[in-house]
């Protein structure tokens, strides 16, 4: 079940959304103009995070908007920029 939650932030666009989500909610017509795909493709990629359980959505009127069901997946983030930071100054250790 870990791997099928990470496999489907395991895409720029997807990644992108989740990322935008963790900030705050948003309406898919935000989340097309921030990832710069059409509503059909941004649609398609929040259907997966729906299906993994990393997205809930709530019709209001003629727009559907888009949150993290746990909001602290945000933090994820901060542990993946961690990772890169100190692989960067490894390498940076080793080319001196």
Same mark, same amino acid.
């Given at each position: 079940?870990?791997?099928?939650?990470?496999?489907?932030?395991?895409?720029?666009?997807?990644?992108?959304?989740?990322?935008?989500?963790?900030?705050?909610?948003?309406?898919?017509?935000?989340?097309?103009?921030? /990832?710069?795909?059409?509503?059909?493709?941004?649609?398609?990629?929040? &259907? *997966? #995070?729906?299906?993994?359980?990393?997205?809930?959505? $709530?019709?209001?009127?003629?727009?559907?908007?888009?949150?993290?069901? /746990?909001?602290?997946?945000?933090?994820?983030?901060?542990?993946?920029? &961690? *990772? #890169?930071?100190?692989?960067?100054?490894?390498?940076? $250790?080793?080319?001196?």
């Amino acid at each position: 079940m870990k791997a099928r939650v990470l496999k489907a932030m395991a895409h720029p666009s997807r990644l992108c959304i989740v990322e935008e989500l963790a900030k705050k909610e948003r309406c898919v017509c935000e989340l097309t103009e921030i /990832v710069g795909a059409d509503m059909s493709t941004v649609s398609k990629h929040l &259907t *997966v #995070l729906k299906h993994a359980g990393i997205v809930a959505d $709530e019709k209001r009127g003629a727009m559907v908007f888009y949150r993290l069901r /746990v909001p602290c997946l945000g933090k994820l983030f901060d542990t993946v920029e &961690t *990772v #890169l930071e100190c692989s960067a100054r490894e390498l940076a $250790e080793v080319t001196k």
